[in-house]
């Protein structure tokens, strides 16, 4: 999608991370919002906005959110503390069902997202040019956490991270982190980057992320 200030992908009618777009100058809620045409989605500012904003435009669905730009090195760490769990790859139809059943449950996203997530598995993951990771751990043989890795020359970065609420504070998200991380460490790719939460960024702290500014966000879920 192109339009004066405001360029990015539409690729969803109902999973919000697949529709990102990326302002070049300021924008207005309402235009941000007739953009992403009625779907949920991602609008990244180039300058920031605030709820008083929304309300004068009158765009409801919009939310103001503060993410978190954090970068990191992906040598190895000194010390790994491994949780009881199995970290696999996504390669078959039944992985992509169980990484998606995770996604989905904690994230709220559309059943119909599976099939477009298979589609995107089969032309940037393994069968297809290895661009895009797709990581499951599963704890007793039952997926418990997600995350993926998008590799690009020189960088990768990290995105869909998330646990079963019943599975969390057990270590694996910095798991699927250092597998991520060793993954493009195979690739001689020696920097990666993220996007985080308020919430999310103490996990990505813990396993050596800094901040390098904080990023302003229209979401509409």
């Known amino acids: 999608m192109e339009r004066p200030g405001l360029s ?79 970290i696999a790859e996504v390669r078959s139809g039944g992985d992509l069902d169980d990484w998606f059943a995770v996604y989905s449950e904690v994230f709220g996203a559309d059943p119909s997202g599976r099939d477009e997530w298979a589609r995107i598995h089969h032309v940037l993951g393994p069968s297809g040019d290895g661009s895009l990771l797709l990581l499951l751990a599963r704890v007793d043989d039952s997926p418990a956490a997600t995350g993926a890795a998008f590799f690009q020359p020189g960088l990768v970065g990290l995105y869909c991270f998330t646990t079963l609420e019943g599975m969390r504070r057990r270590g694996l998200a910095s798991a699927l982190v250092h597998a991520s991380h060793e993954a493009a460490r195979a690739r001689g790719i020696e920097r990666a980057i993220l996007q985080a939460t308020g919430s999310g960024k103490p996990a990505y702290v813990r396993v050596g992320y800094r901040e390098e500014r904080s990023l302003s966000v229209l979401f509409s879920p």
């Open 8 to 86: 990015g992908f539409l690729s969803s009618k109902s999973d919000r991370f697949l529709n990102q777009l990326f302002a070049s100058r300021k924008i207005t809620p309402r235009d941000a919002a007739e953009a992403l045409e009625g779907r949920p989605g991602f609008v990244w500012l180039a300058e920031k906005a605030d709820a008083d904003e929304l309300d004068a435009a009158g765009v409801g669905r919009l939310v103001v959110l503060k993410m978190h730009g954090m970068t990191a090195l992906t040598a190895p760490p000194k010390e790994l503390r491994l949780p009881e769990a199995e």
